[in-house]
């Protein structure tokens, strides 16, 4: 039986600092569990903290390119700075790299520990899910790039109708999401209509509290591993993680998160891109536009901040089986070891 580790919870909690700690006692490498953390050059504002870290190229491909992963005296952080920003990188390709990587961690004997806030990632990888594994469909985003909410809206009523009666209000006003419930219903619409959609599939599946994966490394003495995962919730009182996104806000703010936004401004990406549109970054748009100061920017990304992490507190907190913890507490790291 092998193992893994998930650290999952809200901003600031410290995930990755715990990550590391316990890779480094247990023999284990990182594998991010980051939706913004994935485009290259888009380091300050999504908090990667990578800069003791040296770039290594593996041998595991995405779209015929070998990724890499960041490394510090035998310490590895993979799922980093896969993608350009001007990609368009989804939960089904997250789910069949990060497969591939813990695939790759498990074959050298070592211990995967999935560490992120983004909720849809890891639930990928311990639950097999609905429409995951559906390709994109660069024919389909085309002809519908340019389309405002209301069309896409129409379009989408008009290919399943079901699907968007199903959506929430926030989804039925993000562009990005009506896309992608078009693509999926333009996807399985040619499937029942007898045409042969791109391969997928999702055959990935959790039993009794055991994630399994075809990917997973096969031995000898059976067809396929098992892998028990064991998850972890790190929190604490809101008024601490208040501040501490306050403080993070600073603290980037100092790195020179400004200069990075010019940076990719200057590259050419463009505030449109759903890469943009993470925090840190799409508070600035105003600010680069000159239509708002500073402080104003500032005050607005510390809302959107606490407002995400609220999010993430009710996501995490419908997840089962995850064995939480209070990082205010003076024995919480005490009585996680034992608990591993």
């Known amino acids: 039986m092998t193992k893994m580790i998930i650290i999952c919870g809200p901003t600031t909690t410290g995930k990755t600092e715990l990550g590391l700690r316990l890779a480094k006692k247990f023999n284990g490498e990182i594998v991010s569990a980051d939706s913004r953390q994935v485009y290259k050059g888009m380091d300050i504002g999504t908090g990667k903290d990578i800069s003791n870290f040296k770039f290594q190229i593996s041998k595991i491909k995405f779209n015929n390119k070998n990724i890499g992963y960041y490394e510090n005296k035998r310490l590895k952080i993979w799922g980093l700075d896969i993608v350009n920003p001007d990609y368009q990188f989804n939960v ?14 498990l074959k050298r004997g070592k211990l995967p520990i999935v560490v ?19 390709p994109p469909n660069e024919k389909v985003r085309e002809e ?16 399943d109708n079901e699907r968007y009666l199903k959506m929430n209000n926030s989804d039925r006003n993000n562009p990005r999401r009506l896309i992608r419930a078009i693509e999926i219903a333009n996807y399985l619409h040619n499937r029942h209509s007898g045409e042969d959609p791109p391969a997928g599939g999702d055959d990935s599946r959790i039993n009794n509290g055991f994630w399994t994966s075809p990917s997973t490394p096969s031995s000898g003495q059976r067809g396929q591993n098992d892998v028990k995962v064991l998850l972890i919730g790190l929190t604490a009182p809101k008024e601490v993680l208040y501040k501490r996104v306050k403080d993070r806000i600073k603290k980037r703010l100092g790195q020179g998160i400004i200069k990075e936004i010019k940076s990719l401004l200057k590259r050419g990406y463009e505030w449109e891109l759903p890469s943009m549109s993470g925090l840190g970054y799409k508070e600035f748009h105003p600010f680069f536009k000159k239509k708002a100061e500073l402080s104003e920017v500032l005050r607005k990304w510390q809302q959107d ?28 790291y005490t009585e996680m070891e034992n608990l591993l």
């Not at 609220?310 to 919480?332: A, C, G, S, Y």
Request: aromatic fraction near 12%; avoid cysteine.
């Open 92 to 105: 089904g390709e997250y789910k069949k790299i990060a497969e591939k990587i813990i695939a790759d961690i």
């Open 305 to 332: 901040e606490i407002k995400y992490l609220k999010r993430q507190l009710v996501w995490f907190k419908k997840m089962p089986n995850i064995h939480w913890f209070d990082i205010t507490k003076p024995e919480f």
């Open 144 to 159: 519908v790039r340019n389309l405002g909410i209301k069309e896409l809206k129409n379009k989408l009523q008009k290919i």
């Open 116 to 134: 992120g806030g983004t909720g849809l990632y890891i639930k990928s990888l311990i639950e097999p899910l609905e429409f995951v594994s559906i």
